[in-house]
């Protein structure tokens, strides 16, 4: 049976799982990306005075979506206070060095990658999201202009 719409409330609910789902996939992408570069960090170098405890490679999160007040959101972030065992830092500290390419706050002359601005760059700023969130709306069938 066909669900009716009545008002503009009635159809914002209605569209609330594919913005949901669409949303949840976009974080995704981010996740994924973000992960992508975590590993390009910890290739970049490689360690001869310590040993690593990957703490960082770890510490990409990403909560699913879900509604709120009427909007899809999902995160996906960093967790600094995941990093607790490093030595004389914070792990904010070394998620801030990481995204200056730089390794204990150190420019090492390797390629590092600035992990999250190269995440957003990979994702956001270059319309990837924008071009999955098309693509899903219209595999669901909506027609969208752009």
Do not use: C
């Not at 992408?29 to 690593?52: I, K, W």
């Not at 390794?103 to 071009?131: I, Q, S, Y």
Request: aromatic letters at 14%; glycine letters at 6%; hydrophobic letters at 40%.
């Amino acid at each position: 049976m066909a669900k009716v719409i009545n008002n503009m409330d009635d159809l914002a609910i209605a569209l609330q799982p594919t913005l949901k789902k669409m949303v949840d996939g976009m974080a995704q992408r981010v996740y994924e990306t973000l992960n992508f570069f975590l590993q390009r960090y910890y290739d970049s170098y490689d360690p001869v005075f310590y040993r690593r405890q990957y703490d960082f490679l770890r510490s990409a999160f990403k909560v699913d979506a879900k509604i709120v007040r009427g909007k899809a959101v999902a995160s996906v972030y960093i967790d600094t206070d995941y990093m607790n065992n490093y030595y004389g830092v914070s792990g904010e500290q070394v998620a801030t060095w990481a995204n200056e390419g730089l390794h204990g706050g150190k420019n090492l002359g390797t390629n590092t990658p600035h992990v999250w601005d190269e995440t957003m760059a990979n994702t956001v700023d270059n319309g990837a999201l924008v071009r999955d969130a098309v693509a899903y709306l219209r595999s669901q069938g909506f027609t969208v202009r752009v």
